[in-house]
């Protein structure tokens, strides 16, 4: 069964860090291209940062650069995310995501994770 999951959410105040981490099971990484989504309450889900299939193009939200960072470990079929300077407005749910692509940043997405929530409060 082919699986991405997600950990590392959780309750953060402002101005706090968060180090997001997914796995994906049941297949390897090193042929896709990764990312990470977000879906606040009442809004729709939007592209946070994504990394190419060997990690040499990386791409971030505007709303984001600057505070996150993305990385991949093949070896250990993993991708994370590394969110600094936490904003209430990061809240969301975030989830990892996965196309199988050569070249390029995620343009489709082939796989999803089923999310892990931040919340950023104080």
């Known amino acids: 069964q082919l699986q991405l999951v997600e950990s590392g959410g959780g309750l953060v105040q402002p101005g706090g860090s968060l180090r997001l981490s997914c796995a994906a099971s049941?297949?390897?990484?090193?042929?896709?291209?990764l990312g990470w989504f977000r879906q606040a309450p009442g809004k729709e889900r939007e592209g946070v940062s994504c990394?190419?299939?060997?990690?040499?193009?990386?791409n971030y939200a505007d709303s984001v650069k600057g505070r996150f960072t993305i990385s991949r470990d093949n070896a250990k079929n993993t991708v994370s995310l590394q969110m600094n300077s936490l904003k209430p407005e990061d809240t969301a749910v975030y989830y990892c995501?996965?196309?199988?692509?050569?070249?390029?940043?995620?343009?489709?997405?082939?796989?999803w994770g089923n999310g892990t929530r931040v919340t950023v409060s104080p």
């Open positions: 049941g297949f390897t990484l090193d042929s896709d291209a």
């Open positions: 990394i190419s299939r060997r990690g040499r193009i990386t």
């Open positions: 995501a996965a196309e199988r692509r050569m070249f390029g940043c995620i343009n489709s997405v082939d796989y």
